[in-house]
């Protein structure tokens, strides 16, 4: 029986970058190609555990034949399928509910994309099931939006938690609408090449908006199809003010945002000086924070990359934070400084990842003919 099934699709652990080899069986009702009778499949799925496949992948619909009774190595993925559209935020997080309740290891939701801003919803759900892990276990999750404009989603999916993302091996042959053929891109420089000559290369070519101008960062760049320019914009300042000014809302009830005063701190007392001036605000030296005793209603904005994964454990602050704490620190989405901050009762902000995609969905319908020409720079890159 096992001959029977074709071997078409692979896992890409973006993370880990190391391929795995999937073994699926899909029915013709769930999208795949498997025409027979119900039990004969799912039988095919229990041999696969007891042969010692690393994964097993069953629909929500089935997942009771299958579920507790996989071997300890076998991981059993639980999926959704939805071949007509996306469904609204609150059904997907009830599909995801019932999902996570299962007790499978991964939880797959896969929809259809009608515009290309559907794929936001599965972000949102993507990002709130991994935030649920402050209280409890987290079970990873894997949310595609198949169809050409549901692209993004193959693409941006980590940055946003997702597990792992769905490829083809050869272009044209897919499992599913919207499958790209895999292609490893890196930026690989002659080790006498530094990593500056490449910025200089990028920057040299880039036209930025207005705003990317100003702030002096871009962290999108797109090929604008009419004219073949590339257009650097920054999209990551909308996703921290805004949870800022959320933040701030919540706190004091009140929908009106007022201005502050604003203190820069640096390793470098110069630099933070620089800064300061430029924004008219003051300047603290990093060794100075610890004293420092600010007013109340403070807002502390880390910007820096520390308590970063690998070094979890870095924090800029070593006292606990009072006030309004904002790290901009993704991975982990807790960091030491929220963890601290929020045991000592402080209110903790976390990036609006979901603004900071609406606001590239936003860039990107306007620039309509984006999809062959969307490059997403993970890091962002610093204009000199
Ligand atoms: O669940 C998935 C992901 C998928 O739907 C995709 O969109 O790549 C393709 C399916 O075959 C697979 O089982």
Request: net charge neutral; hydrophobic share 40%; charged share 20%.
């Amino acid at each position: 029986m096992l001959k029977n099934i074709v071997f078409t699709q692979f896992f890409c652990f973006l993370n880990a970058f190391s391929l795995l080899i999937r073994l699926f069986f899909r029915p013709k009702w769930e999208g795949g190609q498997y025409d027979g009778v119900e039990n004969k499949r799912l039988d095919v799925l229990r041999i696969a555990m007891e042969l010692g496949a690393d994964y097993v992948d069953v629909e929500l619909q089935f997942i009771d034949s299958i579920s507790g009774k996989n071997p300890e190595n076998t991981k059993v993925i639980v999926s959704s399928h939805n071949y007509q559209y996306t469904p609204s935020v609150e059904d997907l997080g009830n599909l995801m509910a019932r999902m996570q309740a299962t007790g499978a290891d991964i939880v797959k939701i896969a929809t259809t994309a009608l515009d290309i801003a559907d794929v936001e919803r599965i972000f949102q759900i993507t990002v709130h099931s991994q935030l649920s892990c402050l209280c409890g276990i987290v079970v990873p999750v894997v949310g595609l939006v198949m169809g050409d404009r549901g692209l993004i989603s193959r693409v941006l999916c980590p940055k946003f938690g997702g597990y792992l993302t769905f490829g083809t091996l050869k272009s044209g042959v897919v499992s599913a609408p919207g499958q790209q053929a895999l292609k490893v891109f890196c930026v690989r420089t002659h080790p006498q090449i530094s990593w500056d000559s490449v910025l200089q290369f990028l920057t040299g070519r880039l036209h930025l908006s207005a705003v990317a101008k100003l702030i002096g960062a871009v962290n999108y760049i797109i090929r604008r199809s009419t004219d073949g320019k590339l257009i650097g914009y920054n999209t990551d300042y909308f996703g921290a003010i805004s949870a800022i000014e959320d933040g701030l809302r919540g706190k004091h009830n009140s929908s009106s945002i007022t201005g502050a005063r604003v203190v820069i701190v640096n390793r470098t007392y110069e630099r933070a000086r620089e800064l300061a001036t430029s924004v008219r605000g003051d300047a603290l030296a990093l060794a100075d924070l610890d004293n420092y005793h600010p007013e109340d209603g403070m807002i502390l904005a880390n910007t820096t990359s520390i308590g970063m994964q690998p070094k979890v454990d870095d924090t800029p602050i070593s006292k606990h934070a009072l006030g309004l704490i904002f790290d901009a620190v993704y991975t982990p989405k807790i960091t030491r400084l929220l963890r601290e901050a929020e045991e000592s009762g402080a209110t903790i902000i976390l990036l609006n990842y979901l603004f900071s995609f609406t606001d590239s969905i936003v860039l990107l319908q306007r620039l309509r003919n984006f999809s062959e020409t969307l490059w997403q720079i993970t890091s962002e890159v610093w204009m000199p």
